[in-house]
């Protein structure tokens, strides 16, 4: 008569519960023992009972089996990543090929290609689109004839202030700087004062020549200093005849 199948539950039973662990626990630990062995096999098992105990059984070494089994997780969790990556680029790359084959209708469009499947608006829109292009082009165009005008104009007047620049060394090389400076105004100012406080016979005799005797001397047609000597000769033979006039009465 062969064995029961036991139900697989949580034993409700303290001792039953702890003389089922040990029996399975050794028989598990015998198993891993006879599968390294038999097959050549890293095997590592690691058990904790419900009190808190370990047992384990690694046929390599424990640390040995874990660094090994931690190298592969990572190896795999990088090939993972890889494939993410794989698969987010040629996600990528399909949107970018959707894209570049819109612009490239779109672009056969607004050179009047392919037209065939737009409807009223779209071919509305189509010629906004044309209609804004053309002005932007215009003004474009505007600001570059603008901009080489200005250009045109910059290089003028660059060869205008060379020419003024050539002509005003030219002059300066023709008439020589004069050393001497000329007399400052104040010093004029003060000089023509000195002249007036302080008056020459010549200048006196000039006065009453411009007072009384400009008729004469402009008949004469005589010097001033000559007049001057004239008129006092004049003067002296007066005063003698006066005073032989005298001695005479």
Known sequence: MGRGKIEIKRIENANSRQVTFSKRRAGLL???????????????????????????FSSAGMKHT?????????????????????????????????????????????????????????????????????????????????????????????LENETLRRQVSELRCLFPPVDCPLPAYLEYCSLEQKNIGIRSPDMACNSEIERGDSDTTLHLGLPSHVYCKRKEGERDTHSNDSGSQMGLL
Do not use: P, W
């Open 30 to 56: 015998k198993k891993a023992q006879e599968l390294a062995i038999l097959c050549d096999a890293e095997v590592a098992v690691i058990i904790f009972s419900n009190t808190g105990k370990l047992f384990e």
């Open 66 to 158: 874990l660094a090994r089994y931690n190298k592969c997780v990572e190896s795999s969790e990088a090939t993972v990543d890889v494939h993410k990556v794989e698969k987010q680029e040629h996600e990528e790359v399909d949107i970018l090929r959707d894209e570049i084959t819109t612009l490239q209708m779109k672009q056969l469009q607004l050179l009047g290609k392919d037209l065939t499947g737009l409807g009223f608006k779209e071919l509305q829109n189509l010629e906004q689109q044309l209609n804004e292009g053309l002005l932007l082009v215009k003004e474009k165009k505007l600001l570059m004839e603008q901009l080489e005008q200005s250009r045109v104009q910059e290089q003028r007047a660059m």
